[in-house]
């Protein structure tokens, strides 16, 4: 995962390798979505905003820091999700969109926003100085961390925020996570008196470029039907 250069530093080597990574996905229901990414702007959600989302876009152990223990750490950061296609995916110049991630991010009607990985990461390096606005970026790895990964966990490394359960490994998740939190606060739980609920604020990340030379969209329904999935044709791939 690209590293930020601000206290407390990331780990290396505490993501997946980005050898071989080709584009990136983005799924929305509306075509405003993926323009806004297109233009440069990404909408954030604090990691632990995730933890109420019904389905498997929610996941009730993000950002814990032990695993299955809903003790969590660096809730409020902002993240931004997206689809890794690497070189192996793609077969006569296209790649196949399972139906499972189509359904589950309710775009049967939507778009994709397909990014060229090597542009993407250049501009985002740029937002991770001491100062930036992206604390890291790259695919998450999928397992359970070990002891050593635990413990630099608790003395405040956020590899919680780049590891996630393989019951999410077919998400193939890119994550850009913001390095200024959002909002966050407690408030009355008013289906279960004396209970409270999490409420996250969001944060828009303003890439200041347009990916335009590097990036397109296509529509769901547009995409041919193959055996599971959907396939998406890459004509920009080299």
Same mark, same amino acid.
Request: include cysteine.
């Given at each position: ?11 290396? @080597?505490?993501?997946?390798?980005k050898? %071989? #990574?080709?584009?990136?996905?983005? /799924? +929305? ?29 929610g996941?009730?152990?993000e ?22 296609v ?17 359904q589950?991010? @309710? ?5 994709? %926003? #397909?990014?060229?990985?090597?542009? /993407? +990461? ?5 937002h ?53 939190p959002?909002?966050?606060r ?13 409420e ?8 200041s470029s ?16 193959s ?12």
């Amino acid at each position: 995962m690209h590293k930020a250069t601000r206290a407390p530093p990331p780990k290396k @080597g505490s993501s997946m390798l980005k050898d %071989g #990574i080709a584009y990136l996905l983005k /799924f +929305a229901p509306k075509e405003a979505y993926i323009d806004d990414l297109l233009n440069g702007y990404l909408y954030m959600n604090a990691a632990g905003y995730y933890h109420g989302l019904s389905g498997e876009q929610g996941d009730p152990l993000e950002a814990s820091m032990a695993p299955g223990v809903c003790l969590y750490g660096y809730t409020c950061l902002p993240i931004y999700c997206m689809y890794t296609v690497r070189e192996n995916d793609i077969v006569d110049n296209a790649v196949k969109i399972p139906i499972r991630m189509i359904q589950e991010f @309710g775009c049967a009607d939507g778009w994709i %926003g #397909i990014v060229r990985y090597d542009s /993407f +990461a250049r501009l985002a390096d740029r937002h991770t100085t001491d100062d930036g606005s992206i604390y890291a970026h790259g695919p998450i790895s999928y397992g359970v961390p070990g002891p050593k990964l635990i413990r630099e966990i608790f003395e405040d490394i956020p590899h919680n925020l780049v590891i996630k359960t393989p019951k999410y490994a077919y998400q193939k998740e890119y994550r850009i996570i913001g390095s200024r939190p959002v909002e966050c606060r407690l408030s009355p739980d008013e289906n279960h008196p004396g209970c409270k609920i999490e409420e996250y604020g969001h944060a828009e990340l303003d890439l200041s470029s347009s990916l335009a030379d590097f990036s397109w969209k296509a529509s769901v329904p547009s995409l041919e039907e193959s055996q599971d999935g959907l396939m998406l044709e890459l004509p920009h791939h080299v």
